[in-house]
């Protein structure tokens, strides 16, 4: 499995924007037939930090992600509400070691 994990600041006045913006990415992703997490988390500490983790089955399924209208929609729309780039930083997954670990039920 490949993980994802990135780091979003926001400007404060876009907190909302992000969010829904975020949102919609994230319902779209859950639909790919690669994808089987995506959380979108914000910091309880810095409201203006949020953190995305998504979970694919591999590589390509991130790859695949990358095309897809809705995360390049996702991508042009919350480019200016960001108050420094975002950072992704990609992992192997150790455990669980199964795929339906990550499969909400």
């Excluded at 404060?12 to 992000?18: A, S």
């Excluded at 309880?44 to 998504?54: A, M, Q, S, V």
Aim: proline share 4%.
């Amino acid at each position: 499995m490949y993980v994802v994990c990135v780091s979003v600041y926001v400007k404060k006045e876009f907190q909302d924007e992000f969010i829904k913006a975020t949102l919609e990415n994230a319902q779209n992703t859950r639909d790919e037939p690669l994808n089987f997490r995506f959380d979108v988390l914000q910091c309880l500490d810095d409201p203006n930090k949020f953190f995305l983790y998504e979970v694919y089955k591999n590589e390509e399924g991130i790859t695949a992600h990358k095309e897809t209208d809705h995360y390049k929609k996702w991508r042009e729309t919350v480019a200016t509400m960001m108050a420094k780039p975002r950072e992704g930083i990609k992992h192997k997954n150790i455990f669980p070691t199964t795929e339906e670990a990550f499969i909400a039920k």
